[in-house]
């Protein structure tokens, strides 16, 4: 199959994909799929798929059914020149028992990874939590230790006009 064919008689593409549809019944989506699929696999053995296998591909891997969320968020961030992204997604749960069980046990929580980020994630809240704490010390005056001062309250007192 030639890479600029479609696998349907439709000439023309709709102006956007809606979210929710897959390759498998959207032909603007199972071109594209088609496309990169074949720019991984040697030329001599992508010219020689027919459309019969192709869309046996298709139904096989470039079956991916995206629902909206109602949290939806995705980002990336630098951290020490390399981009790493992020990705934070909540909704119903509407997989069943069974397969939750599966990916529990092909994805599980506890990693190296995952333990290396939330002992990040608690350095980072627990040092905001301190900051909040000693802000709020210092704004009501409360003085535990006479004589000793960061000067934080004081750097903020003067950054908004209120001390120079």
Not at 16 to 43: K, Q
Not at 64 to 71: A, C, F, G, P
Not at 92 to 103: G, M, T
């Amino acid at each position: 199959m030639k890479r600029d064919e479609t696998l349907s008689d439709q000439s023309a593409a709709p102006p956007a994909r809606p979210r929710g549809t897959d390759a498998a019944t959207d032909p603007v989506a199972a071109r594209r799929f088609v496309e990169r699929f074949t720019e991984r696999v040697p030329r001599r053995i992508a010219a020689s798929f027919t459309d019969a296998q192709l869309r046996a591909v298709i139904r096989a891997f470039g079956l991916r059914k995206w629902e909206n969320h109602t949290v939806d968020m995705r980002s990336t961030a630098p951290f020490f020149g390399r981009h790493y992204y992020f990705v934070l997604l909540a909704d119903l749960e509407r997989r069943s028992r069974k397969r939750r069980r599966a990916e529990r046990k092909a994805h599980p929580l506890v990693g190296f990874g995952n333990a290396v980020f939330l002992l990040l994630l608690l350095v980072v809240l627990a040092s905001a939590v301190f900051a909040g704490f000693y802000i709020l010390k210092s704004a009501f005056g409360v003085d535990i230790m006479p004589g000793v001062s960061l000067g934080i309250w004081n750097e903020i007192l003067s950054q908004i006009g209120l001390r120079r």
